[in-house]
């Protein structure tokens, strides 16, 4: 079993919706949450860092860290065609290496 | 502007050749990664660096080779001994090993 286990799509929605994306993890020492947003042929780039449970909006963003279920997921409000790339989630201990999901690719049709 | 430079963009290898993805970074950060993603794979952490002189293996460190003489550089040396090289190499840094990490654009690396 993994550590982190991440639905790789691909998710196609209309623009305007509202997108869910979740990761479930098996390490209860997981401490720091991250999104990063992955465009075509480009490098990753942070989204939303979070330390420990609880929520964090930024802007149409908002992450979600639930630590007693082992999920975390980022929510996109107002969804647009440029939203579209892969997202993957990220984790670690403290003082640990950073995890990765496999990445969940979003299409935001207009 | 600060950020993470990767060079080249595209990278060919021959049988039997070495070859060395370039990393440099100007935003004064300590920690230094390198990761290899393949198609439909989360990121895979090759070799990491939280100073310079230092570095230590990662999850599939066989068949590749650093080095941190430098700050703000971290090369990395794809040998003959990495018998399925062709990959999207990303290079990334970070002020503390526990803070977000910040990505180049990526090399990718195809073999002739």
């Known amino acids: 079993q993994k550590e982190v286990e991440q639905d790789p799509g691909p998710l196609s929605v209309p623009e305007g919706a509202i997108v869910s994306l979740n990761c479930t993890y098996s390490n209860s020492a997981f401490q720091y949450f991250m999104w990063y947003r992955q465009y075509s042929r480009k490098g990753p780039e942070l989204l939303m860092y979070t330390y420990s449970s609880g929520n964090k909006e930024d802007g149409r963003f908002t992450a979600q860290v639930d630590k007693s279920s082992k999920y975390i997921s980022l929510f996109i409000r107002d969804s647009q065609p440029s939203d579209s790339a892969t997202y993957l989630c990220a984790m670690s201990e403290q003082g640990g290496k950073l995890i990765f999901g496999q990445g969940t690719e979003l299409s935001v049709k207009p | 502007d600060g950020g993470i430079t990767q060079s080249p963009k595209y990278l060919f290898r021959k049988e039997g050749q070495n070859v060395t993805l370039s990393c440099e970074q100007n935003?004064?950060?300590?920690?230094m990664y390198w990761y290899r993603q393949d198609p439909g794979q989360g990121l895979r952490l090759i070799y990491y660096s939280q100073i310079v002189n230092d570095f230590q293996k990662g999850d599939i460190a066989e068949g590749y080779s650093v080095s941190r003489e430098k700050k703000e550089s971290f090369p990395l040396t794809v040998t003959s001994a990495q018998k399925n090289p062709t990959a999207f190499y990303l290079c990334a840094s970070s002020a503390l090993s526990n803070q977000p990490q910040h990505f180049g654009d990526g090399t990718r690396l195809s073999i002739l």
């Open positions: 935003l004064n950060h300590d920690a």
